[in-house]
């Protein structure tokens, strides 16, 4: 199993940014999909999450109502669009794929995932 987080970048607060987590080896119609993030000198924390079926989602607080994971099943990939983005949002964000199939409830925690992508730097900044 190999997961390839892309699209972060340098932006402006306020602006919209997407990021893609590619999956080989594995089908994300069967696995939960995580979003964690990093900053720096801090803990990961967890962002968001969708399951195997796409019909359960959740967010963290902090990202509630500004960002949204999609996923588009025929390139088996997981996107992240994050929306309004505050300086406190900078940070490494990580994809997360969940080892366990077709789990209905969303996984939360860090430890319930079994692979991970290899991080993808995003920025914000005036």
């Known amino acids: 199993v190999q997961l390839q987080a892309s699209g972060g970048g340098l932006v402006q607060p306020g602006v919209s940014l997407r990021l893609s987590c590619a999956g080989s080896?594995?089908?994300?119609?069967?696995?939960?999909t995580g979003w964690f993030r990093q900053a720096p000198g801090k803990d990961r924390e967890f962002v968001g999450t969708?399951?195997?079926?796409?019909?359960?989602?959740r967010y963290s607080n902090s990202v509630k109502g500004r960002f949204f994971i999609s996923r588009d099943i025929d390139k088996n990939t997981v996107h992240l669009q994050m929306n309004d983005l505050k300086p406190e949002d900078t940070a490494v964000y990580y994809c997360?794929?969940?080892?366990?199939?077709?789990?209905?409830?969303?996984?939360?925690?860090?430890?319930?995932?079994?692979?991970w992508g290899q991080g993808t730097k995003v920025t914000v900044s005036s």
């Open positions: 969708i399951n195997w079926s796409g019909a359960r989602t």
């Open positions: 997360a794929a969940d080892k366990e199939t077709y789990v209905n409830e969303n996984r939360l925690f860090s430890t319930e995932y079994a692979y």
């Open positions: 080896g594995l089908r994300w119609t069967e696995h939960s």
